[in-house]
């Protein structure tokens, strides 16, 4: 059973940063596709962010793009999620996701119902 520990979420200022982890609990990163999403109280779970594991493409949300950077490190077995110039509108609970029979593709990344591997999530919480 794959186990994925996210860390780095707190309270920032508006206009401020934060870098999340997720730890994976897998031999290697590299045959699974990837993705960062996010929930606010009474709103759906919403993909921000995937890498694809077939070729290492990254997507991003409308909603972060510009201000949030997804990487990941295999030695590590890590996956970041760089945010910056931070918004009220960020404030969400943040999950890491991964599924090794899907890849990651444009079109779908976003979909939560792909990702068999979820972390417990953290809190980000964004002040005006």
């Known amino acids: 059973q794959v186990q994925l520990v996210e860390s780095g979420g707190g309270l920032v200022q508006f206009g401020g940063s934060l870098r999340l982890s997720c730890v994976a609990s897998v031999r290697t990163l590299d045959y699974y596709g990837i993705a960062w999403f996010r929930q606010a109280p009474g709103k759906e779970r919403e993909g921000i962010s995937g890498?694809?594991?077939?070729?290492?493409?990254?997507f991003y949300a409308n909603s972060v793009k510009g201000r949030f950077t997804i990487s990941k490190d295999s030695a590590k077995k890590t996956v970041y999620l760089q945010m910056t110039n931070l918004k009220p509108d960020d404030t969400a609970v943040y999950y890491c996701?991964?599924?090794?029979?899907?890849?990651?593709?444009?079109?779908?990344?976003?979909?939560?119902?792909?990702?068999?591997?979820w972390g417990q999530g953290t809190q980000v919480t964004v002040s005006s």
């Open positions: 996701a991964m599924d090794r029979r899907y890849a990651g593709y444009n079109n779908t990344w976003f979909r939560p119902g792909l990702y068999d591997y």
């Open positions: 890498i694809s594991s077939t070729d290492g493409s990254k």
